[in-house]
């Protein structure tokens, strides 16, 4: 069992950063891909980004990549996503999630756990 807390949403300009950390309870933290997603008002929930459980294998959607990346500190039992670049269309609830997968999904199917989500809007 895995419990996930994010944090560090907020709002931004277009063009500025944000960091969410998701931090993971349990001790079986490293054997676990994680991923982000997130939700836009009346818009299905969207794969943002993977790691594996080693953080040696990284997957980012299309419409971040460049400007978002995605690590974890297994030490400290988080995931972090850095956020750069932002765009109003990045503005959206985003969720950590955990998968006991062997292999690193990108489909919300694929996983566990799911934190509560944190709020990041993006102005314009």
């Known amino acids: 069992q895995v419990q996930l807390v994010e944090s560090g949403g907020g709002l931004v300009q277009a063009g500025g950063s944000l960091r969410l950390s998701c931090a993971a309870s349990g001790r079986t933290f490293s054997s676990y891909?994680?991923?982000w997603f997130r939700q836009a008002p009346g818009k299905e929930r969207e794969f943002v980004a993977a790691i594996s459980w080693s953080g040696g294998s990284t997957y980012y959607a299309d419409s971040v990549k460049g400007r978002f990346t995605i690590s974890r500190d297994n030490a400290k039992n988080t995931v972090y996503l850095q956020m750069n670049s932002l765009k109003p269309e990045d503005t959206a609830v985003?969720?950590?999630a955990a998968s006991n997968l062997?292999?690193?999904?990108v489909l919300d199917y694929e996983y566990h756990y799911w934190g509560q989500g944190t709020q990041v809007t993006v102005s314009s």
């Open 94 to 96: 985003y969720y950590c």
């Open 102 to 105: 062997l292999r690193v999904g």
């Open 33 to 35: 891909a994680m991923g």
